[in-house]
């Protein structure tokens, strides 16, 4: 093998690596996403996030809007979220204060990704939307 064929299948390996490695794995969360609550983020697909997670992990009170604004139901349905993920099975030490900080979007994101029920697009819509 002469050096032009040895830069040539160095060349296809090094593409081929670059497209596994961009196109494998789990997405990677927003870390610099913003809180959503009152003094926060109140509008925007964030807020749609956590109504849905709120909606589908908050222990059922009825269903609040899923429509990406932030009142006082969203709020409640966080609290309440908050407070279910105290408990077993998940044990998550949350502030219970209707604020999606980093610890709530990171512990959305968590039961979110265990749920093998839940629509992969919601998942990977919502990691880029929710602090952690």
Not at 67 to 74: C, F, Q
Request: glycine letters at 12%; aromatic letters at 12%; one cysteine or more.
């Amino acid at each position: 093998m002469n050096l032009r064929d040895t830069r040539r299948m160095l060349a296809g390996i090094g593409a081929a690596v670059t497209l596994v490695a961009t196109f494998s794995g789990t997405a990677q969360a927003a870390s610099n996403a913003p809180y959503i609550g009152y003094g926060y983020s109140t509008s925007g697909p964030g807020v749609w996030c956590a109504q849905v997670f709120a909606n589908r992990y908050g222990g059922y009170w009825g269903p609040i809007k899923e429509d990406g604004r932030y009142g006082p139901e969203t709020q409640a349905a966080i609290k309440r979220f908050q407070g279910e993920a105290h408990r077993d099975p998940y044990n998550f030490p949350l502030t219970i204060d209707g604020v999606v900080g980093k610890g709530t979007g990171r512990a959305m994101l968590e039961i979110a990704h265990r749920d093998h029920d839940l629509e992969p697009y919601i998942y990977d819509t919502c990691v880029h939307h929710l602090p952690t």
